[in-house]
Structures are given as structure tokens and as C-alpha cells.
């Protein structure tokens, strides 16, 4: 029944080694969202996809990357994870529009070590 | 910019009292949506309710509610009759309007609630 899936939801990768988490949705929801979340703090959008538009927050660092090959599947990139980007990682899918609420899947919490 | 603020960084209630969990909000937009999120230490965000800044009517989603006071800018969510299973972290979040033309959903802070038997 889940609708939002992250696979893994557990994932440990040595300092430097690149890491790719995925994300896949049953929803056929246009937008799909990438937030990076740590301890005691609200979620932090990386980017987002409309449809095959790729959208950067300006902070996001080029370390993060992104693809959406699919409608329901998108992957997050760390290309060199660092101790500081041991986080949760939290994939979401909405409809467009305002009113629209977003649903997330279970995360994928990342230890650097 | 937009902005949400929860100032309650943690908050305690008893089982089966109502609690009312704090959101303001900032925004320039006269048409906004507000929604509150809940995540227990499993990790998932559970959609709870939302608000429609053109909405006449309070929320209201099972036990709980919403008490919008747009003059205000604040969405407070109400739970009553507390559960167990309602220790949480409980976050508000606006929908805003970015640079893709998509409406972004923004979080606050968000507030620990711990329920006590």
C-alpha cells in the first residue's frame, strides 16, 4: 500500500565514496521533492522536479545531484558524502498546485563514517 | 520571504486532554495553503490537515483542528483527546510559490509532543 518508497531505509557509506539513494512513487504525482533533514531541524528542500523540469535551490551544494529518469522514480547523487551529510533524507511527491498535499516516504537515514 | 515559525520546541500533555501546538506565519501572497505535518521516530511525515488562506471555515480532520487566524497569521493546530500513539514531532508548513512555477511545501522548526498516560 505505500506510495512513496525509499529504498534503503538505512544506509551507511565511508567518507568520499559516493552514495545513491532512490525514491519511487505509485502516485503518478507530477512533483517529486528531495529534503535533507538533521537532527532537531525542519526538513531543507535540496531541489525538486516538475515533470522533467529540474529545479536547484540556490544552497544546494553541487555535491547533490539529482536524476528523474521516470515519472515514478527519482535518485539523489552524493557524489563525495561528508561527515556533514549524515541526515535523513526524505522524498516526497505532490499533484501540482497549492492546495496539493505532499506525500512522503518512510526516509532514508545516512551515516557517514 | 516566506516564513513559518513554531516557537515550542517541546510540549507535554496528558492523555485524553487536548493540546494546542503554536504556528505564525509570514507572507506577502494573498493566496496561501497551510498544512500541518506529523512525524513519529519511524521518519515518515504524515499529512494532518490543511488550510486554505480564502477558507471561511476552521479545519478540522478527526481529533484534530486547526484554529486559523488569518489577521493573526497564525495556524494553530488543536488535538484533542491526546493518545498515546500522538507523541510525534508535529510540523507546520506553508506551500510557496517557486521559481519552477511549482508551490513548494516549507517547514517550520517543528514541535516535539510527548503524551503521558
Known amino acids: 500500500d505505500a506510495m512513496v518508497i525509499q529504498n534503503p531505509r538505512y544506509q551507511v557509506t565511508q567518507f568520499g565514496k559516493p552514495v545513491t539513494l532512490s525514491c519511487s512513487q505509485t502516485l503518478n504525482h507530477n512533483v517529486m521533492y528531495w529534503y535533507q533533514q538533521k537532527s532537531s531541524q525542519a526538513p531543507k528542500l535540496l531541489f525538486h522536479?516538475?515533470?522533467?523540469?529540474?529545479?536547484n535551490e540556490a544552497d544546494t551544494p553541487d555535491n547533490f545531484q539529482s536524476r528523474r529518469p521516470n515519472t515514478s522514480f527519482c535518485f539523489l547523487d552524493i557524489r563525495s558524502p561528508g561527515l556533514g551529510d549524515a541526515a535523513m533524507y526524505l522524498c516526497?511527491?505532490?499533484?501540482?498546485?497549492?492546495?496539493?498535499?505532499?506525500?512522503f516516504g518512510q526516509g532514508t537515514r545516512l551515516t557517514v563514517v | 520571504a516566506q516564513k513559518i515559525t513554531q516557537t515550542q520546541p517541546g510540549m507535554f500533555v496528558q492523555e485524553k486532554e487536548a493540546v494546542t501546538l503554536d504556528c505564525t506565519y509570514d507572507?506577502?501572497?494573498?493566496?496561501?495553503?497551510l498544512f500541518w505535518y506529523k512525524q513519529p521516530s519511524s521518519g515518515e511525515m504524515i499529512f494532518l490537515i490543511y488550510?486554505?488562506?480564502?477558507?471561511?471555515q476552521n479545519a478540522t480532520e478527526g481529533r484534530y483542528s486547526l484554529n486559523f487566524q488569518k489577521a493573526r497569521k497564525s495556524a494553530n493546530l488543536v488535538i484533542s483527546a491526546s493518545q498515546l500513539g500522538d507523541s510525534a514531532m508535529y510540523f507546520c508548513?506553508?506551500?510557496?510559490?517557486?521559481?519552477?512555477?511549482?508551490?513548494?511545501?516549507?517547514f517550520g522548526r517543528g514541535t516535539s509532543l510527548i503524551v503521558h498516560p
Open positions: 522536479y516538475y515533470d522533467k523540469d529540474f529545479n
Open positions: 488550510q486554505g488562506s480564502y477558507d471561511q
Open positions: 516526497a511527491t505532490s499533484r501540482v498546485g497549492q492546495a496539493a498535499e505532499a506525500f
Open positions: 507572507t506577502s501572497d494573498p493566496s496561501y495553503g
Open positions: 508548513a506553508m506551500r510557496v510559490l517557486a521559481s519552477g512555477g511549482s508551490y513548494i511545501p516549507t
